[in-house]
């Protein structure tokens, strides 16, 4: 019988041990999942917090690229001869849902004329062609004028393209007709305090033949603008990189704070005095079943033997069992 509740005993001790252990790794297998899932959720939302701000960045940093508008000309006709009575003109109105321009961004405006070919257009020559630009009370901020003229064709290179090229004409593919396009602004650069509204165009001539017009607004890029622009990827990379940096460097800074030295120390402490309760425990446990091993065999002096040695006095064993 003695041997029997011996080896009943250790397998008890054994039992109660590994249920210790398995729990310990269960509770720190919790606490890591816990952990790393906290982890990787904020790298994540870190991750999307930066791209959102590039992406807002890009947005209000970067100009518009291109706009262009079709330019109407208007004229009064004469009644009594064949012809205008005053030059062609034409107002564009800008977009009034915020500025076109962006303050400090350099613009390139073109006019784009589609002249025909004929006869009155090569007696006109050099005609003039004027832009006014007004902010919303119709205040003038900048004018500027230009040259231009049909290019030169020679009566044989007419004669020549006329004949080689008549079964497009004749189709209506191709048309005799020339293309200009006139630089009014070379670096405009709009006013904060009188935003540009309204742009005026005027052809400083009375016989000019006009097929259409058109407005085109370029922004000169420059700096960071420009390898924004001609670099993306390269430019997201450094950005993008940039909004992390920063931010890991807030969310360790927030991790630290959360979870410093003082705190992972308490818990180190708590988890020290936890493992020093569970070994009295066990310590009083053995005590007390190979105390109840010795009554049974009649040996009351060698169970305090063996309690004195174990270092637990009687009154605590007495509150053990109580």
Sequence with gaps: MFGFGFITRYLDRKKKAVNNKVRNITLRAMLAAYQGSIFWMSVVT????????????????MPSLVYTRPVHMQYKPCYNDKGLCDYPSAHVRLPTK??????????????????????????VGMFMVCA??????????????????????????RTVRTVLMAPLFLSGIAEEKQFMELEMYTE????????????????????????????????????????????????????????LLFAIAVFALSWRHLCGSEVCANEKNDSITFGLMGRQDSSLDDSLEESSNSSDNGSIEDNSMKIKNSGF????????EQ
């Excluded at 870190?46 to 940093?61: C, D, G, H, Q, R």
């Excluded at 915020?98 to 007696?123: A, C, F």
């Excluded at 901020?141 to 049909?150: E, F, G, H, K, T």
Aim: proline share 3%.
């Design 98 to 123: 915020g500025s076109l321009m962006m303050v400090g961004q350099k613009y390139q405006m073109l006019i784009k004329l589609d002249l025909p070919e004929s006869p009155v257009n090569e007696r």
């Design 46 to 61: 870190v991750f999307w917090i930066s791209l959102f701000l590039y992406v807002a960045f890009y947005t209000a940093y």
């Design 188 to 243: 405009f650069v709009e006013d904060q305090l009188h935003p540009i509204t309204d742009v005026h165009f005027e052809v400083l001539n009375h016989d000019v033949q006009i097929y259409s017009a058109s407005m085109t607004v370029l922004a000169r890029l420059s700096g960071l603008r420009y390898l924004m622009f001609h670099w993306p990827i390269l430019s997201a990379c450094v950005g993008i990189g940039t909004n």
């Design 313 to 320: 006095t009687v009154s605590d064993i007495m509150i053990a």
């Design 132 to 157: 006014r630009l007004a902010d919303k009370h119709g205040q003038l901020i900048s004018s500027s004028c230009r040259s231009a003229r049909l290019r030169y064709v020679s009566t044989i290179l």
